[in-house]
């Protein structure tokens, strides 16, 4: 019985989830009394292989093919990783890439699929707390039929940190080309370019406090003063002011930024879902009884067309 976790990386670049997934995955070993196996499929496996040797991974798994994501390669390759090593627990990203794969990797080896979990403790059985009704109520169900493949929330574990002491080898795998239905031709950025908010370390984060459209330049003002990356939530990105990947919340991104300045933004549980991670969360809002406020280390009770010009001048702004 192991534990292998498959990290998860986008255009040459681990994602955050992967370390965070070895941090859970430890967890799990320690409980089960086993080893930590992490796995890369695909592009720079040496670097990638050497950034996830970190403390608490027991043994890294390279699998070379190819150079981006494929959803045929990885359930291909994961699969046999898995049954090899004697998976007890194979642990994924609950992203875009981990959801393409993970289902059709429990199918095909007969293992338990469970998704989008927040929370994992083993003691003989398998707990997993994950939340429902749009992240208003957590639930802790016991899932007692292993071996199990879950996928895990970003952002809900720490980072695995250190240089670890893991054996790293290559893992071959005789891929079904012919079952490989799809190829990479190429990428589109969509709006917004490539700011990916997730990476930031300080967020300014604009809510319908801000009113219209046109106001939207004082904020953008704190952000380039300040050094920050705007991002926003969800009514500004249905609204059209800001593109998609600008939202934080339960349909946008998971954040874990240093601060984040929460400006005109009620605190609803489905954007909280997304930047609860953060170390020092601060608020400008002018309900002291905005929900925003129970989960904020600081605030400010004030109307933000006179706080944000009054903190640009405060950082050298104009
Ligand atoms: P509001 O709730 O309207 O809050 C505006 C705040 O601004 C108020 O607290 C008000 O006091 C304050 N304010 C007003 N004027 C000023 C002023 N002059 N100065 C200072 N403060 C002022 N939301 C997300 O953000 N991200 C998501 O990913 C997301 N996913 C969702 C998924 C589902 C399935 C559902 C049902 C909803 C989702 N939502 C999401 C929407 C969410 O429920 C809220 O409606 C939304 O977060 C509210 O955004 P807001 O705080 O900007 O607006």
Redesign the pocket.
């Known amino acids: 019985m192991t534990v292998l976790a498959v990290a998860d990386h986008r255009r040459g670049d681990l994602r955050d989830v992967s370390f965070e997934l070895l941090t859970a995955g430890r967890e799990l070993a320690d409980a089960a009394g086993t080893d930590l196996h992490a796995a890369v499929v695909s592009g720079d496996t040496e670097s990638f292989a050497e950034d996830l040797n970190r403390e608490g991974v027991d043994h890294v798994h390279a699998v070379e093919h190819g150079e981006e994501f494929n959803h045929d390669v990885y359930a291909q390759a994961v699969e046999a990783l898995a049954d090899d090593l004697d998976a007890e627990f194979v642990l994924v990203p609950n992203s875009v890439n981990g959801l393409d794969y993970a289902p059709a990797v429990a199918t095909r080896t007969g293992r338990t699929y469970v998704s989008d979990a927040i929370d994992l403790a083993y003691d003989g059985a398998l707990e997993v707390t994950r939340e429902m009704y749009?992240s208003k109520v957590e639930t802790t169900v016991e899932v007692t039929d292993g071996p199990f493949v879950v996928s895990i929330r970003g952002a809900e574990w720490p980072a695995a940190e250190g240089v670890g002491d893991a054996e790293v080898s290559t893992f071959d795998v005789d891929v079904d080309e012919d079952a490989v239905g799809s190829t990479v031709k190429g990428f589109e950025e969509v709006g917004g370019g490539d700011v990916d908010i997730a990476d930031a370390n300080f967020l300014v984060s604009i809510?319908?406090?801000i009113?219209e459209e046109e106001n939207l330049e004082l904020v953008e003002a704190l952000a380039e003063t300040t050094g920050a990356t705007l991002s926003s939530?969800?009514?500004?990105v249905d609204n059209g002011w800001l593109p998609k990947n600008r939202?934080?919340?339960?349909?946008?991104k998971q954040v874990t930024p240093d601060v984040y300045l929460a400006?005109?933004?009620?605190?609803?549980?489905?954007?909280v879902a997304?930047m609860k991670g953060a170390d020092t969360i601060i608020a400008?809002?002018?309900?002291p009884n905005?929900p925003?406020y129970d989960i904020a280390d600081y605030g400010i009770v004030?109307?933000?067309?006179d706080v944000v010009p009054a903190l640009i001048e405060e950082f050298g702004g104009e």
Request: charged share 15%.
């Open positions: 749009g809510g319908r406090g009113e939530s969800r009514p500004i939202q934080v919340g339960q349909s946008g400006i005109g933004i009620s605190g609803a549980v489905q954007h997304g400008i809002n002018t309900d905005a925003i004030g109307d933000l067309f």
